[in-house]
């Protein structure tokens, strides 16, 4: 089992939910019974994309397990999105369907650990990562 870097879990999943949570409520204003399913599909797909991006950031700052911090990057996104969705429909009184969470955290993981692989792709190609190290590369 590979040392988990929490710090580097928590800034994933917050980079996780900078995408997400707009997305979230834009969704919850567009998005009714009677929405197109590609409108529907197009919102899962961003937010699949912004799970992916949690577990992009977990993978970039942990190089040493970066499939980990990916996943339990996206996974923290997962958990937080839908603790605010979970107290919303227990207000509202809709219903709760419990064993849908584990396997929705699955798939977010799973998103997680796509990103971390890419992540971990761009350190190994020799690719710039960041501004500065692409600057360092130009010729003076």
């Known amino acids: ?44 797909g961003l937010t699949m994309f912004g799970f992916a991006a949690a577990g992009y950031g977990g993978g970039k700052l942990a190089p040493h397990a970066p499939m980990a911090h990916g996943a339990l990057g996206a996974a923290g996104t997962y958990v937080v999105i839908q603790t605010f969705g979970v107290l919303r429909r227990l207000i509202s009184g809709d219903e709760i369907n419990a064993i849908g969470y584990p396997l929705q955290a699955l798939i977010a993981a799973g998103c997680g650990i796509f990103g971390a692989a890419f992540a971990d792709w761009v350190r190994r190609s020799g690719r710039p990562t960041s501004v500065d190290e692409l600057r360092s590369r130009l010729p003076r």
Request: glycine share 4%; hydrophobic share 55%; net charge negative.
């Open 1 to 44: 089992m590979p040392d988990i870097n929490w710090s580097v879990v928590r800034t994933a999943a917050a980079s996780g939910l900078v995408i997400v949570i707009p997305l979230t409520i834009l969704s919850l204003v567009v998005l009714d019974d009677d929405s197109s399913s590609y409108a529907k599909l197009g919102f899962f």
